[in-house]
């Protein structure tokens, strides 16, 4: 019962600690982590330990599965360079320069393991930053490069952080090997990776129970995880390749019950998970302090070392990385919305989560033979510790403020509803079309009122264009239609107090009712 207990007070601490972010209006990651910090020095207050595959292997495949079914697939294969650049390039490029700093600093440490520290280290969070780009309004196109990035730069890491590791420890790793690894790891991840979108989109295709969609839905992650690290491919990749395909194919799979249910039970799914890793992050301080035994200077000051070469390291490539191809006329005509503002809040965006800490937390203790150990491991936790903080609170904190200070203008919505007022007018058409086609033996005022609905439909989608203030016909409907249904509801929950319905009545009455009023409130949010 006593883990039962500490997972019950985690996930307890990880809703509060959400409540108050949205109360205070601050990024839930931040205070999580912050109330994590807090609670680890409380006396009393359960020690936490976090196990690297907990997070490896059991928060973070649905965690990237759930990313990528939202992800576009055209929009990521428009981006792929960029996105490729900072997952794969920007990681090795990361990688190799803290590992050349901190050998530097700590000559004892065998250079290889100082790679695996900077591979640790390399891969930024999607979660913190592209939660902040959706906040406040950054570009799409930034958004898509940030969860693009987020989404293949932890195979690109784990792949070095096992090279490195093992090269530590006195495994032979010439470039051969390394050239393999990486082949295995892609090419595996990725062979599993479709083999289970078409395992996945077949069975989705057929069920048609939303409650089994749904639990074949939070199976997939871990179905292709599992294979994928028995055979030493990357899970992360099989996990985001399942996901694009059947994200993009979702609207074919599923019927519209089973992606309503989906929808609400990944965000809850992610809701929770999100909250409980970074508390558990904030959690880890105490123990990790406790078992640092290096003086606090030279902890202080490769630390502060590594920091530095983080946010150099991101800059240097980032910035060189978007101009340089520019130079071709193709991409300047192919890419003419760019400028200097998004390499800038692209290289501001760099903050570190969970996986840097698990990551660390999975380096081999190894010694010298003679009893001595071959690095110093508690200091290379501590860094990532320290990483992870840093970049939370300092550049989650101020990438708000430093988008308005370059002047990077916000997505104008005005375009999304050209886009969709324009594509709702002929998909009007064509309903108008396929109703005619069927009138056959239906009654003229069930067609009169559907003809009627998808005119309505068209008329709410050119309204958000614009406005003069006053309150629209379709607004006007939705407060109207939600009083209505309060009354309804009301007249229903007497009835069943009154013993004139049976309970089963009042849920289907209620449940018709929160469909129409999740429908209206879908139209406030737009």
Avoid at 434 to 443: I, K, Q, S, T, V
Wanted: with cysteine; aromatic share 8%; glycine share 8%.
């Amino acid at each position: 019962m006593d883990g039962l207990t500490e997972i019950v007070i985690l996930l307890a601490v990880a809703v509060f600690g959400a409540a108050l972010a949205r109360k205070i209006g601050f990024l839930s990651p931040i205070v999580l982590m912050i109330l994590g910090l807090a609670l680890s020095f409380l006396p009393g207050f359960p020690t936490f330990h976090l196990e690297p595959e907990f997070v490896l292997i059991g928060v973070l495949p649905p965690l990237l599965y759930v990313a990528a079914l939202q992800t576009s697939v055209p929009a990521f294969r428009f981006n792929l360079r960029p996105i490729l650049l900072l997952g794969i390039g920007l990681v090795v490029f990361t990688a190799l320069a803290v590992g050349f700093v901190v050998h530097l600093i700590l000559p004892q440490a065998p250079f290889a393991i100082c790679v695996a520290l900077g591979a640790v280290l390399a891969p930024p969070d999607a979660v913190s930053a592209t939660a902040i780009a959706r906040r406040i309004g950054l570009p799409r196109r930034v958004v898509t490069i940030l969860e693009g990035e987020s989404l293949i730069n932890d195979a690109t890491a784990l792949v070095l952080l096992r090279v490195g590791s093992a090269a530590a420890v006195g495994g032979a790793v010439g470039t051969g090997e390394v050239a393999e690894q990486f082949l295995v790891a892609a090419g595996g991840g990725i062979a599993i990776g479709i083999a289970g979108a078409m395992v996945f989109g077949f069975l989705h295709k057929r069920i048609k129970d939303p409650l089994l969609d749904n639990a074949l839905s939070l199976l997939t992650p871990w179905a292709v995880v599992l294979p994928s690290e028995a055979i030493h491919a990357s899970g992360v990749v099989a996990v985001v390749v399942t996901g694009l395909a059947l994200g993009h194919r979702m609207p074919t799979l599923m019927a519209a019950g089973s992606r309503l249910q989906m929808d609400a039970f990944w965000r809850l799914v992610r809701f929770l998970l999100e909250g409980l890793v970074f508390l558990l992050v904030g959690l880890q301080l105490r123990s990790v302090i406790d078992e640092i035994s290096t003086p606090w200077g030279t902890v202080a000051a490769v630390t502060f070392a590594v920091i530095a070469t983080l946010i150099v390291t991101r800059y240097v490539w980032v910035i060189p990385g978007a101009w340089l191809p520019r130079v071709s006329s193709r991409v300047r005509q192919r890419e003419s919305t760019f400028t200097w503002r998004h390499p800038v809040i692209i290289g501001w965006a760099g903050m570190r989560g969970v996986v840097t800490l698990a990551a660390a937390l999975a380096l081999p203790s190894v010694g010298t033979g003679e009893g001595e150990a071959l690095y110093p491991r508690d200091v290379f936790i501590f860094i990532a510790f320290a990483v992870i903080v840093f970049t939370l609170l300092v550049f989650g904190l101020t990438l708000p403020t430093f988008a308005r200070r370059i002047g990077l203008e916000p997505e104008d919505p005005t375009k999304d509803f050209l886009a969709e007022a324009a594509v709702q007018q002929a998909a009007t058409r064509a309903a108008k079309q396929r109703l005619e086609d069927n009138l056959e033996g239906a009654p003229e005022s069930v067609v009169k009122r559907l003809r009627q609905q998808v005119v309505d439909r068209t008329n709410t989608a050119w309204e958000r264009l614009g406005g003069d203030g006053r309150e629209t016909p379709s607004a006007a409907y939705g407060r109207l239609r939600q009083e209505m249904i309060d009354a309804e509801r009301e007249v229903f929950r007497t009835a069943r107090d009154e013993g004139r319905i049976p309970e089963e009545v009042l849920n289907r009455a209620y449940r018709d009712l929160d469909l129409e009023e999740s429908l209206l409130i879908r139209r406030e949010e737009d």
